[in-house]
């Protein structure tokens, strides 16, 4: 993973057919019409501590099985690694979902910056943005997980 790379995706929801074949009316024809999507740009600070949280849920797991002397260690770590990459894609999918919208339902309002509490797993996600009207952009600026403690 780079760390100047831009995660950046926009998704355009198009009319339903069913809804122009049934013909509806009053407040359920507005749900035919697309919906004005919000482009993400996740600054640098966002995808650092993102991908720093993963780095370190991974050396967690791979200094608890180095060398333990279990016949499938490396099998371990290997899913390990696997379920770190699942978690950030994860992540990043349930930030999209959460704010691609025009309207993000829970956030707070923090002076000219927004946040969003929600929950991946168990896992607390804080999201922290900005919005520019005109350009139709939302500028993630920090993503906070809470971190799990390893009981060992």
Same mark, same amino acid.
């Given at each position: 993973?780079?760390?100047?790379?831009?995660?950046?995706?926009?998704?355009?929801?198009?009319?339903?057919?069913?809804?122009?074949?049934?013909?509806?009316?009053?407040?359920?024809?507005?749900?035919?019409?697309?919906?004005?999507? !919000?482009?993400?740009?996740?600054? $640098? *600070?966002?995808? @650092?501590? &993102?991908?720093? %949280? !993963?780095?370190?849920?991974? $050396?967690? #797991? #791979?200094?608890?099985?180095?060398?333990?002397? @279990?016949?499938? $260690?490396? &099998?371990?770590?290997?899913?390990?690694?696997?379920?770190?990459?699942?978690?950030? &894609?994860? /992540? &990043?999918? =349930?930030?999209?979902?959460?704010?691609?919208?025009?309207? @993000?339902?829970?956030?707070?309002?923090?002076?000219?910056?927004?946040?969003?509490? %929600?929950?991946?797993?168990?896992?607390? /996600? /804080?999201?922290?943005?900005?919005?520019? *009207? =005109?350009?139709?952009?939302?500028?993630? *600026?920090?993503?906070? !997980?809470?971190?799990?403690?390893?009981? %060992?």
């Amino acid at each position: 993973m780079r760390l100047k790379q831009k995660w950046k995706r926009t998704w355009n929801f198009q009319p339903s057919d069913c809804a122009h074949a049934y013909g509806l009316n009053g407040k359920n024809r507005s749900r035919s019409k697309p919906r004005s999507m !919000i482009d993400l740009q996740f600054s $640098e *600070q966002a995808l @650092v501590e &993102l991908q720093r %949280f !993963i780095r370190h849920y991974e $050396e967690a #797991f #791979f200094e608890l099985y180095q060398d333990s002397g @279990v016949w499938s $260690e490396a &099998l371990i770590i290997q899913n390990y690694k696997a379920s770190a990459e699942k978690l950030y &894609l994860t /992540i &990043l999918q =349930e930030i999209e979902t959460r704010l691609s919208s025009k309207k @993000v339902l829970g956030r707070k309002s923090k002076l000219s910056w927004q946040e969003l509490y %929600f929950y991946v797993g168990n896992r607390l /996600i /804080i999201v922290t943005w900005s919005d520019d *009207q =005109e350009l139709k952009k939302r500028f993630i *600026q920090s993503i906070f !997980i809470d971190r799990k403690p390893i009981i %060992f």
